[in-house]
């Protein structure tokens, strides 16, 4: 049970990131006024706009593709319609959780299986590969804005994706790192850490396309959103958002990255360019399609998802 000093810590840390938030939307506020973005909206060419919105399936199957592929191999009878739902519901959880933590509930409650722990695991590989690969583009991002002579930079982009390739296929490795230390050598730690070995070399191989075609997704989604606004170059619009994702993935200081990710967009776009006005409308466009209409997907799955597991453990 949680004691009330808990309670009290929990209090505050939710409190100070949403008082982050607010702080950080009143700057971006004050760079770019609200009734810019309504008159940019308005005026934007909402071709871009609905084309940007007809890639989200694509990005919504690709990561619930990578799930699926995951699950396998605790539960090899579970349908791509249950991985999908089960991917989705995580994400409506996810939005309403400090620290998405909504997440592992939403993901492990919807799979029929005894292994909920190895579930838990395979969460928690799924975003530390996540975070590697948002490591890797938001580095070469970063190298190619700032540094200079382009040939120091593109080593450095070359360098980082040895490097960071190479980790993904030995994030293995962690359980038996966590095995070495003291105070987390706990049976459903062990547990947990386990799920990390379970997938072979050519399940780690396809989950890395998968992820990386789940954020080439994104960054087109982005480009048609921008070129709705202003007319900009793909690898401009690329550096910056990946920037942008990198940066926010460093820094969960607000509740729902809320001013973050505009603060982040309005700095790393200008570098390149692009207007303020512009920056912050695409910023909020892709966390809308993205984040909020997954989330409400996610919600109404949830039906349907139990029907599902009930006739796959018949």
């Known amino acids: 049970m949680e004691t009330g000093s808990q309670a009290l810590r ?9 008082c982050v938030g607010i702080v950080s939307m009143y700057f971006v506020f004050h760079l770019v006024h609200p009734q810019e973005l309504l008159e940019a909206l308005k005026s934007a060419d909402h071709r871009f706009v609905l084309l940007a919105l007809a890639l989200l399936p694509l ?3 690709a990561h619930g593709w990578k799930w699926h592929t995951m699950v396998l191999t605790i539960e090899t009878k579970t349908g791509f319609h249950t991985s999908l739902g089960s991917y989705l519901y995580g994400v409506s959880l996810a939005s309403i959780t400090p620290g998405d933590v909504g997440e592992y509930l939403g993901r492990t409650t919807t799979i029929a299986t005894e292994r909920k722990l190895h579930l838990v695991g395979l969460v928690l590989l799924d975003r530390a590969q996540n975070l590697l690969i948002v490591a890797m583009l938001g580095i070469s991002s970063l190298a190619l804005l700032f540094i200079q002579p382009r040939m120091f930079a593109i080593a450095l982009v070359l360098l980082v994706w040895m490097l960071g390739c190479l980790m993904y296929f030995r994030l293995n490795a962690a359980k038996n790192i966590v095995a070495r230390i003291r105070f987390l050598r706990r049976a459903w730690i062990t547990d947990v850490f386990e799920a990390f070995e379970m997938l072979p070399s050519r399940t780690i191989g396809l989950t890395l396309i998968l992820s990386l075609a789940f954020y080439g997704t ?29 940066v926010k993935a460093l820094m969960p200081i607000s509740i729902g990255d809320i001013g ?17 006005v512009a920056a912050v409308n695409v910023a909020l466009l892709v966390f ?12 109404f799955y949830m039906p349907r998802l139990r029907n599902s597991e009930n006739r796959e453990t018949s």
């Open 10 to 18: 929990k209090w505050f840390w939710r409190s100070l990131r949403l």
């Open 59 to 61: 990005n919504i199957v």
């Open 218 to 246: 994104i960054i087109l989604q982005v480009y048609f959103l921008m070129s709705a606004f202003i007319t900009a170059k793909f690898v401009d619009v690329a550096i910056g958002y990946l920037a942008l994702l990198f």
């Open 260 to 276: 973050i990710r505009e603060m982040s967009a309005v700095y790393f776009f200008s570098k390149l360019g692009i207007p303020s």
């Open 288 to 299: 809308a399609m993205n984040v909020v209409l997954p989330a409400i997907l996610g919600v």
